[in-house]
């Protein structure tokens, strides 16, 4: 039987609602879990002994785990460590990054106990699982916690946790970005929230104004952390797409998880 008395919940959240599934996940299952944000901090190596827990939560974006989530992710190591797994889609698809994030974890020390694919409202076109995460999917977020220290509890030993089977393909689909990239408008004062704020360092911290297309992952941090309201994604651009997106991955879709 393992007893689990230590969690550390690590999140790649960049507009807050990874975290809005993650940390009452973390919670539920011990209460006062150490809570890491992983958003716009490089990950210290950091090793966990098979007596601990570790949550790893991260978004979904075209199906695959973000770059620089899966680069910080890969620096904690584990030595036979239990972890959860836990991706955060906007009702799309969550297509191959429970697989990959059960593949970082396993290829680094850990030992995938779970995995859960829950929703959000889209990064993007808001209208899409507008409101999410819900009191149904807290109630969810409960359940998994529920069923997961079940398992636990029955369990003698990390060894007893072997691959976990979830959804997903290898190789993984490919992703190279969308070309919905937010600028600054003219109300944009150059005050460099954006720059030190930004997971992937697309915005240049001497001239804020910039967005280096290149790098951005169109996460939508600095729309969601700029206080002049000047950072946006062109806004006829955004029109144009989000009424067929809307209307093809509108209807409701329910978290699902693998024990």
Not at 198 to 208: K, Q, R
Not at 238 to 248: G, M, N, R, T
């Amino acid at each position: 039987m393992m007893e689990i008395t230590k969690l550390t919940a690590f999140i790649f959240s960049p507009t807050g609602t990874t975290a809005a599934v993650a940390k009452p996940l973390a919670g539920a299952l011990v209460p006062g879990a150490r809570i890491v944000d992983l958003t716009c901090a490089d990950a210290e190596e950091e090793r966990f002994g098979p007596d601990e827990l570790v949550l790893f939560a991260a978004p979904v974006y075209g199906g695959r785990i973000p770059a620089p989530a899966a680069e910080r992710f890969a620096r904690l190591k584990g030595e036979g460590t239990p972890a959860l797994l836990v991706a955060v889609y906007g009702n799309r698809d969550y297509d191959d990054a429970l697989l990959e994030l059960c593949d970082i974890a396993g290829e680094n020390g850990f030992r995938p106990a779970g995995a859960g694919a829950f929703l959000a409202e889209h990064s993007i076109f808001h209208s899409v699982a507008r409101g999410r995460p819900d009191a149904a999917d807290l109630e969810a977020v409960r359940t998994f916690a529920a069923q997961v220290r079940e398992k636990l509890s029955r369990a003698e030993g990390p060894e007893a946790f072997g691959p976990l089977s979830v959804k997903g393909n290898r190789p993984y689909r490919e992703f190279s970005g969308v070309p919905l990239k937010p600028q600054a408008d003219k109300k944009c004062v150059k005050c460099g929230v954006c720059a030190k704020n930004c997971p992937a360092g697309a915005i240049l911290s001497d001239n804020p104004a910039r967005t280096d297309n290149s790098l951005c992952i169109s996460c939508m941090r600095c729309v969601k952390v700029c206080p002049a309201g000047a950072r946006r994604v062109n806004g006829l651009m955004l029109s144009v797409a989000e009424k067929p997106f809307a209307k093809k991955f509108g209807a409701r879709r329910e978290p699902e998880w693998f024990l």
